[in-house]
């Protein structure tokens, strides 16, 4: 059957529902001018993602692959919360969603590695740890490659030699060659740094707790993701293996094989109205008052 778009149905099972989980990917900061993975202008249609976002590729090229990174931190960096993080934001208190899901939990689980969901909440909700599970990791932290120590960082850029280097990335110039001495090092060790995210054939971050919220969740949200990439892309499913409710807000009709509800646009105006009842132009304003 195909998926309803009936915001008052839905807004009934929430009502009802004990477990709402929201699984997050690129779409739901494209609004905030990060770009997509895989939409027209997405990231994998322009760069290799072999080269890129790989264990392998990052042991090959250690250099290129800083500067892909440093690219992204630089547009990620200088990005604001749109009005879909302000609404699951809000919908995270539990004061705020006590009119339209006042016995859930929520926990929202993040494939997004640009830190927006929590610097949103930060700023609106500054005394509450959001419940935000960030599962591909952040790119504002690092890796040590020799004492796996992880540590936020928001230098920009994180080392004299990526200056600049953002320019040749987004005109597809060719990279420097930046001798390995020269890239982000750890200041514990001094072993090499590496980007703070999960590249494909590593495993996800926090997948004990993922799981657990997963088993239990009644309800759950799919925003802006192609659900192209596993496991992220299982959850849904198995949430309505369980008789759950799962909605997805896409631009697109992707991912919506198990979903009951489609709420088809952009998030940043669908969430709003959905889960608060808001219109989306009321957001921003949130945002600036705090
Ligand atoms: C809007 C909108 C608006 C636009 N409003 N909507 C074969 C070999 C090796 C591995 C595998 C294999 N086959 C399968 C695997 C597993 C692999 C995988 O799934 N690969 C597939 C691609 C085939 N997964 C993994 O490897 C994962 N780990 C794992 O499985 O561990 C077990 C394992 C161990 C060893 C070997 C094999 C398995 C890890 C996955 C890590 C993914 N990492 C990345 C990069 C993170 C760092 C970085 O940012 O650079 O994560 S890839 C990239 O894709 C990023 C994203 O989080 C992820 C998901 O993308 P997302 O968010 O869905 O974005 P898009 O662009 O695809 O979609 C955007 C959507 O938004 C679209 O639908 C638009 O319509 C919509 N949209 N504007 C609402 N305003
Ligand atoms: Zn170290």
Redesign the pocket.
Known sequence: MAPSSDVTKFQSILQKSRHIIAIA???LS??SGIP????SD?LWLNYTLSDL?TPRAFRKNPSKVWQFYHY?REIAGKALPNPAHIALALFSQPDQRKEIAPDAEFTLIT???DGLSVLCSQMLFPSTDPPIIEM?GRLFETLCTQCGDRMPNRDSPICPALAGTEELVKSHAKERQIPLEDLPRCPKCRGLLRPG????????LHDEEISELVDQADVALV??????????NLFAHSVAERKGTVAV????P??IGSAHFYFPG???QTLPRVLLGKEPDKMNGILQQD
């Open positions: 990917g690129a779409g494209a609004a997509t993975f895989r939409g997405g976002a992204r494939q997004n590695v591909h995210v999960v590249w494909f054939e590593e495993s996800i925003i802006g993701t192609s659900s192209r990439v596993a496991p992220a807000f896409n631009t697109e992707q991912g952009p998030c940043e």
